[in-house]
């Protein structure tokens, strides 16, 4: 159970983290700005990390680099842009329901890659989490039945495609991130380790897309890189020193199920700090994602 609230733990301050990061993106503080400046104060902090480990990753395999690939490159930069991108072309609501799909990914992928069984019982509760994942963005449905613009319409409208395919990108990365930050942790990587190559790894994917960018780039107020410091802090080190620290305590599935508490607790701070409402379908869904999740650490499905 520690992992779990290790993880119910990072899910928390991801959500403290929606309070900055979204004023920022409506304050027309460009999407790609926010990534970079992340992963590049996160790779100044962690190089002392990198430097001290430079014995062991003389020695790392080809294939543990790749890992290091899909949760820092994939994961955590490419598929934060391209999530974010994907509002551009979709309604925000159909984006939010598709990235639902991210544990299923984790799911499948750990079944193969980690040899992770997967039991009856663990499908069903697995099933009543993710229902109760759905419970919480109800809103994000109601906006898609209440919309002008037809459901079916809205699958098909001009520039569906490459939403869809930013989102499935998004969802797929997500969702092997968790399984290859598990596969490093059990080949002996340490937290720390594994937080320096995320980083790096997700710094230098970023570098190719700096020409497409650059004019929003170090243009910026002294209070924008102050509020940036502060999401390095509380969703960068912080947040994923305990998710980490949590994922070596439980399995890849459980911890992709566990995640999804993220939008519950993104309510919850809105509620608490913005006055936002929080409805009787929402605390449902919380409780049942709680009640799953808590079940499939129990009996270790």
């Given at each position: 159970?520690?992992?779990?609230?290790?993880?119910?733990?990072?899910?928390?301050l991801?959500?403290?983290?929606?309070?900055?990061?979204?004023?920022l993106?409506?304050?027309?503080?460009?999407?790609?700005a926010?990534?970079?400046?992340?992963?590049?104060?996160?790779?100044?902090?962690?190089m002392?990390?990198?430097?001290?480990?430079?014995?062991k990753?003389?020695?790392?395999r080809?294939?543990?680099?790749?890992?290091?690939?899909?949760?820092?490159?994939?994961?955590?930069?490419?598929?934060?842009?391209a999530?974010t991108?994907?509002?551009?072309?979709?309604n925000?609501?159909?984006?939010?329901?598709?990235?639902?799909?991210?544990?299923?990914?984790?799911?499948?992928?750990?079944?193969?890659?980690?040899?992770?069984?997967?039991?009856?019982?663990?499908?069903?509760?697995?099933?009543?989490?993710?229902?109760?994942?759905?419970?919480?963005?109800?809103?994000?449905i109601?906006n898609?039945?209440?919309?002008?613009?037809?459901?079916?319409?809205?699958?098909?409208?001009?520039?569906?495609?490459?939403?869809?395919?930013?989102?499935?990108?998004?969802?797929?990365?997500?969702?092997?991130?968790?399984?290859f930050?598990?596969?490093?942790?059990?080949?002996?990587?340490?937290?720390?380790?594994?937080?320096?190559?995320?980083?790096?790894?997700?710094?230098?994917?970023?570098?190719?897309?700096?020409?497409?960018?650059?004019?929003?780039?170090?243009?910026?107020?002294?209070?924008?890189?102050?509020?940036?410091?502060l999401?390095?802090?509380?969703?960068?080190?912080l947040?994923?020193?305990?998710?980490?620290?949590g994922?070596?305590?439980?399995?890849?599935?459980?911890?992709?199920?566990t995640?999804?508490?993220f939008?519950?607790?993104?309510?919850?701070?809105?509620?608490?700090?913005?006055?936002?409402?929080?409805?009787?379908?929402?605390?449902?869904?919380?409780i049942?994602?709680?009640?799953?999740?808590?079940?499939?650490?129990?009996k270790q499905?």
């Amino acid at each position: 159970m520690v992992g779990f609230f290790l993880v119910l733990a990072a899910s928390a301050l991801w959500a403290v983290d929606t309070l900055i990061r979204y004023p920022l993106l409506s304050s027309g503080v460009d999407s790609f700005a926010i990534v970079f400046y992340e992963h590049l104060i996160l790779s100044v902090i962690f190089m002392v990390v990198f430097f001290k480990s430079l014995p062991k990753l003389w020695k790392t395999r080809p294939n543990h680099l790749f890992y290091f690939f899909i949760i820092g490159g994939v994961g955590s930069a490419l598929s934060t842009l391209a999530f974010t991108r994907a509002f551009y072309f979709l309604n925000p609501s159909l984006v939010i329901l598709l990235q639902k799909f991210q544990p299923l990914v984790a799911i499948i992928l750990a079944r193969f890659i980690l040899q992770e069984k997967i039991q009856k019982l663990f499908i069903f509760w697995a099933l009543i989490c993710l229902f109760g994942a759905l419970l919480i963005s109800y809103e994000d449905i109601l906006n898609l039945m209440n919309s002008e613009t037809p459901f079916f319409e809205m699958l098909f409208e001009e520039g569906s495609l490459q939403g869809y395919a930013l989102v499935f990108f998004s969802v797929v990365g997500w969702g092997s991130s968790t399984v290859f930050g598990k596969k490093l942790l059990k080949v002996g990587y340490q937290d720390e380790q594994i937080l320096a190559g995320r980083f790096i790894f997700g710094f230098l994917c970023l570098l190719p897309l700096i020409p497409l960018h650059h004019q929003s780039l170090f243009i910026h107020s002294v209070n924008v890189y102050g509020k940036v410091s502060l999401m390095v802090l509380v969703s960068g080190l912080l947040a994923m020193y305990l998710y980490y620290h949590g994922l070596r305590k439980i399995s890849a599935r459980a911890c992709s199920l566990t995640e999804m508490f993220f939008p519950f607790m993104a309510v919850i701070i809105n509620w608490l700090f913005l006055g936002a409402s929080l409805s009787p379908a929402q605390l449902l869904g919380g409780i049942l994602l709680l009640i799953g999740s808590v079940i499939i650490q129990l009996k270790q499905y």
